[in-house]
């Protein structure tokens, strides 16, 4: 069984389900409101776990009601969470998200997730030197990111970067990431005054540029190529990027070659999004294998 390590947020996720967007100082009337675990750190370690890898999150919550159904929730999908710590002084992470006209808006408020500095990555150093694949993303701080992928590629160990939400990312750690898996909005602030023809050329089979039901591009050393994604009715795309970089992370890192590893990542990410809440789609390896 390969080993994951999630270096990433939990947050609840306040879902309003919605005929339409409001405009600027307009009051509509929703069609439902949920709550359920989401952060993008922890959206990637359940869709790990779920399909078939070890994993272990590192991670904070508060320590209030939902830090503890977001642990429970953990428990309850295989998750290890040694490292994931309730933090006293700041509530848990949220997420509030607006789901119309088929698709989703997202403001989110960072909460313990801040907790998650460098040196708390300290403390968990040794489940780091033992994964087959990290995965970090940007829900928190910067100088985090940074020291994890500083550690990883130190080590040679493989880490894959999803660079969401978009912020800008030091050329340091672009050429220190084994992966980086933006989408389009976030390829323009990664790769800022580059189009991103030329950014997947310059960093072949390292830069993959998700384009949502289209698929994934990325340069093989030769020429472009995209991988198709497979067509689907949407119910809730929250969560499909998750969905695809844990699968991805999944597939690499049990030797599979990128072209079957991109297909797979494509096809759980298409399974996710046919089920409402973002963990509420993410497929089992079963059902991924299933529908390949």
């Known amino acids: 069984m390969t ?18 967007r409001p405009e600027k100082g307009e009051t509509i009337l929703g069609q439902s409101f949920k709550t359920v ?24 919550v508060g320590e209030d009601e939902f830090g503890k159904i977001i642990l429970d929730n953990f428990k309850k ?3 290890h969470t040694n490292y994931v710590k309730p933090v006293t002084h ?12 088929g698709d989703n808006s997202i403001i989110v408020v960072e909460g313990a997730n801040q907790c998650v500095t460098p040196d ?22 910067e100088e985090t990111v940074e020291y994890v992928v500083q550690i990883c590629h130190e080590k040679g160990i493989p ?33 800022a005054g580059e189009e991103p023809k030329e950014a997947m050329k310059k960093y072949p089979n390292k830069v993959f540029i998700t384009e949502g039901k289209k698929g994934v591009r990325f340069h093989d ?12 009715e949407a119910v809730d795309t929250t969560g499909a990027g998750d969905t695809f970089n844990a699968a ?35 497929p089992t390896r079963a059902e991924v294998e299933g529908s390949l």
Do not use: W
């Not at 989401?38 to 994993?55: I, P, T, Y």
């Not at 150093?125 to 970090?136: F, K, N, P, Q």
């Not at 800008?168 to 898996?181: C, G, H, K, R, W």
């Open 37 to 60: 675990p989401g952060g993008k750190g922890a959206n990637q370690a359940v869709a790990a776990s779920r399909l078939g890898a070890e994993v272990h999150m590192i991670g904070c």
């Open 77 to 79: 999908n295989g998750v």
């Open 3 to 20: 080993k994951i390590v999630v270096v990433g947020s939990s947050s609840m996720d306040l879902v309003v389900t919605a005929h339409k």
């Open 90 to 101: 700041i509530e848990t992470g949220t997420a509030h998200i607006t789901l119309a006209e």
């Open 159 to 191: 880490l894959l970067l999803n660079p969401a939400p978009a912020r800008p990312v030091s050329q340091a750690v672009i050429e220190m990431a084994t992966y980086l898996t933006p989408n389009e909005t976030e390829a323009g602030v990664l790769f």
């Open 120 to 141: 708390y990555i300290d403390n968990a150093l040794e489940v780091i030197l033992s994964a087959d694949m990290v995965l970090i993303q940007q829900e928190t701080p």
């Open 248 to 282: 991805f992370a999944v597939a690499l890192s049990e030797g599979k070659g990128l072209q079957d590893s991109l297909a797979f990542a494509n096809r759980a990410a298409s399974l996710s999004v046919t089920k409402f809440g973002a963990q509420g789609g993410m």
């Open 221 to 232: 050393g030769e020429k472009e190529v995209l991988v198709p994604s497979y067509p689907v």
